[in-house]
């Protein structure tokens, strides 16, 4: 993503300050959004999708060449016919030295952060909005983003985190407690304790994930566990991810997908991303198959056409087409 650098050298003549940096940035994605949830309903089947999102990064570096920075957002967007206004989201504040960093606030989150989670798309899931985001493994019975991830509109959830990577190993740690942020008096007290791992050899990449969530209704504590492993076979890129859920309250029990994803590039300019998944969540609608195909096209630029078509395991079918360029 193209930045545009409004200060290099500011407040160089403070002490302890090697150099401070204030950095511009973000995106815009507007497209149609065909959804077939949405027939029989005021909100109709086919509306405009979009997103306009403003990233501001800071950081400085002291003289012993720890570098301290936040992050925080503006975002504003619509979706199936219902506009939004601009809202701020909580600031992420970090700290980096050599290969660790340690983060606060609206925290990443390690599984949110895992490798092999998401589509290879820049939207990171299916069309110009990501279409719901069923090609996740994780997602599943019903259950999306069960777990700590940074909130582009909100507070996020007011953690703390370490990262951690050296050559081809990397690893991720978090925790957050609603007790801590705006848990009413009474109410249950969520925590979530993640972490995750990876590992490159050659052109493969292994990954792990785990996310515990403690705290909650009895029987509804999803803990998760993600495994996955991608590389490249010349001809196309490949991603096989399996995830579980265990304590799935309308299971009854556990519920596992497993996810096989290719990437395809069709010419010089043009890309291709299909997956197929199986959920093996029994009793429940989204016990099933699903599967995608996105399309994406490079105008130069920052600029590109982003198309794609998904049938999630609850038979839900949406068509999603737009543009998408950042800045």
Not at 11 to 29: C, D, P
Not at 129 to 142: C, E, I, V
């Amino acid at each position: 993503m193209k930045k545009v650098l409004f200060a290099t050298t500011a407040l160089i003549a403070t002490a302890g300050m090697a150099a401070a940096e204030v950095r511009l940035g973000g995106y815009g994605r507007f497209g149609l959004d065909y959804n077939e949830a949405n027939d029989n309903t005021n909100l109709g089947t086919t509306s405009i999708t979009s997103r306009l999102r403003l990233q501001v990064d800071m950081s400085t570096e002291t003289d012993g060449g720890v570098t301290f920075g936040a992050r925080f957002r503006a975002q504003a967007e619509s979706r199936d016919n219902v506009p939004g206004g601009a809202t701020f989201n909580g600031a992420r504040f970090y700290v980096t030295s050599g290969g660790f960093t340690l983060g606060v606030g609206n925290i990443i989150g390690a599984f949110e952060g895992a490798t092999n989670l998401y589509l290879e798309t820049r939207t990171a899931g299916v069309g110009i909005d990501g279409a719901g985001f069923d090609s996740l493994a994780p997602n599943m019975a019903g259950n999306s983003f069960d777990w700590d991830a940074y909130s582009s509109g909100g507070a996020g959830a007011n953690g703390i985190e370490v990262i951690y990577s050296a050559g081809a190993f990397g690893a991720h740690l978090s925790y957050s407690d609603d007790a801590l942020n705006t848990q009413a008096p009474g109410a249950f007290a969520e925590t979530n304790t993640a972490i995750s791992a990876y590992y490159t050899f050659g052109d493969w990449t292994a990954s792990i994930a785990y996310n515990d969530e403690s705290g909650v209704a009895a029987g509804t504590d999803n803990d998760l566990l993600m495994v996955g492993v991608s590389g490249d076979l010349g001809f196309a890129g490949v991603r096989l991810v399996y995830a579980t859920m265990d304590n799935t309250a309308a299971v009854g029990g556990d519920s596992s997908k497993l996810g096989l994803y290719g990437t395809f590039d069709v010419g010089a300019a043009t890309s291709l991303v299909v997956y197929v998944t199986s959920e093996d969540s029994p009793g429940l609608v989204t016990d099933g198959t699903g599967y995608g195909i996105h399309v994406s096209h490079d105008l130069g630029g920052g600029v590109s056409l982003e198309a794609g078509a998904r049938e999630n395991s609850s038979d839900n079918t949406t068509v999603q087409a737009g543009v998408y360029f950042s800045f």
